[in-house]
T-cell receptor
Framework: GQNIDQPTEMTATEGAIVQINCTYQ??????LFWYQQHAGEAPTFLSY??LDGLEEKGRFSSFLSRSKGYSYLLLKELQMKDSASYLC??????????WGAGTKLIIKP | IAGITQAPTSQILAAGRRMTLRCTQDMRHNAMYWYRQDLGLGLRLIHY???????GKGEVPDGYSVSRANTDDFPLTLASAVPSQTSVYFC??????????????FGEGSRLTVL
């Protein structure tokens, strides 16, 4: 079966750096997405990786290793507003998105 | 403001009742999707439409139906609601359908409780 694994919850301190990991086992691979979802709100797009390596976008970076079935989302200079759930999703060979359950990130002052 | 509008935002209904969740987008996106989100689970695709006039089944289609009469609207109908359909429902759209690598744009969600 297809599977996306990410930690259920993480806690970090304001101003620090946090890395949220995502491992996947899917039927084929056509890209990996990260979305942010604040409590009670809709998910919003953060990043897309299809090639190995690091994609940087401001305070957020996303890394992909296709050979290891692994990605991480790196958040720098954490702010209180970064408290949210972070969803990892992989597009399989049929171009269907497989979603992880999300990682709830709690930022403490 | 361009985007996706869902209605209602919240609804409580009795088991056995029929319910339609509405979704409208003004971005002229070809593809639209309905997901449900349950605690501890990832988003699960119910139905999708790659373009007006076509629909397809997702991962959890049983008990749900959709139609896509035009580009903008994609309603989701529960013919006879059951308690296991209690969930938060998200409508989403993307510029392209199957084979797309672009981002999804989500509506604000419809919280449905079936008693």
């Amino acid at each position: 079966g297809q599977n996306i694994d990410q930690p259920t919850e993480m806690t970090a301190t304001e101003g620090a750096i946090v890395q949220i990991n995502c491992t996947y086992q899917t039927s084929g691979f056509n890209g990996l997405f990260w979305y942010q979802q604040h409590a009670g709100e809709a998910p919003t797009f953060l990043s897309y990786n299809v090639l190995d390596g690091l994609e940087e976008k401001g305070r957020f970076s996303s890394f992909l290793s296709r050979s290891k079935g692994y990605s991480y989302l790196l958040l720098k200079e954490l702010q209180m507003k970064d408290s949210a759930s972070y969803l990892c999703a992989v597009m399989d060979s049929n171009y269907q998105l497989i979603w992880g359950a999300g990682t709830k990130l709690i930022i403490k002052p | 403001i361009a985007g996706i509008t869902q209605a209602p935002t919240s609804q409580i209904l009795a088991a056995g009742r029929r319910m339609t969740l509405r979704c409208t987008q003004d971005m002229r996106h070809n593809a639209m999707y309905w997901y449900r989100q349950d605690l501890g689970l990832g988003l699960r695709l119910i139905h999708y439409s790659n373009t007006a006039g076509t629909t397809g089944k997702g991962e959890v289609p049983d008990g749900y139906s959709v139609s896509r009469a035009n580009t903008d609207d994609f309603p989701l109908t529960l013919a006879s609601a059951v308690p296991s359909q209690t969930s938060v429902y998200f409508c989403a759209s993307s510029e392209e359908g199957s084979g797309h690598t672009g981002e999804l744009f989500f509506g604000e969600g419809s919280r449905l409780t079936v008693l």
